[in-house]
C-alpha cells in the first residue's frame, strides 16, 4: 500500500516562497514516475511539475521559471520549491505516482491528500 503525505503548504503574500514536501510512505517501483499537482477553487486539476524515473522534468508553462521540483536520492521525498508566488498559484497541491511517463500525460496511480496554498495580493 502506498501513501502519499504532503506538508510544506501555508498562506504567504504575493512574491514569496514556499517550498512544498511530499513523504512516500510504502513502495513504489523505480520505473514510477512522481509529479505536483494543483486543483484551485473552481477548475479542473492541472499538473505543474513531474519528474521521470530517468530524472527528466517537465513544468507546466505558468510555473516555469519559478518552481523547481526534486527529489532525494533515495526517492522517499518529493519536493516543490515555489518562488515568486502569485495570486493565481492559490490552490490544493498533490503529490502524485504514476508508471513510467504517465505523469506528464495525467494519468496518476497513487494521489496524496493535498496540501493548501494561498497567496494573496
Known amino acids: 500500500q502506498v501513501q502519499l503525505v504532503e506538508s510544506g503548504g501555508g498562506s504567504v503574500q504575493a512574491g514569496g516562497s514556499l517550498r512544498l514536501s511530499c513523504a512516500v510512505f510504502?513502495?513504489?517501483?523505480?520505473?514510477?514516475?512522481m509529479g505536483w499537482f494543483r486543483q484551485a477553487p473552481g477548475k479542473e486539476r492541472e499538473r505543474v511539475a513531474t519528474i521521470d524515473s530517468d530524472g527528466s522534468i517537465d513544468y507546466a508553462d505558468s510555473v516555469k521559471g519559478r518552481f523547481t521540483i526534486s527529489q532525494d536520492n533515495a526517492k522517499i521525498t518529493l519536493y516543490l520549491q515555489m518562488n515568486s508566488l502569485k495570486p493565481e498559484d492559490t490552490a490544493m497541491y498533490y503529490c502524485?505516482?504514476?508508471?513510467?511517463?504517465?505523469?506528464?500525460?495525467?494519468?496518476?496511480?497513487?494521489w496524496g491528500k493535498g496540501t493548501l496554498v494561498s497567496i494573496s495580493s
Open positions: 510504502g513502495y513504489i517501483p523505480s520505473d514510477y514516475c
Open positions: 502524485a505516482a504514476g508508471y513510467g511517463f504517465n505523469c506528464r500525460r495525467n494519468v496518476i496511480n497513487y
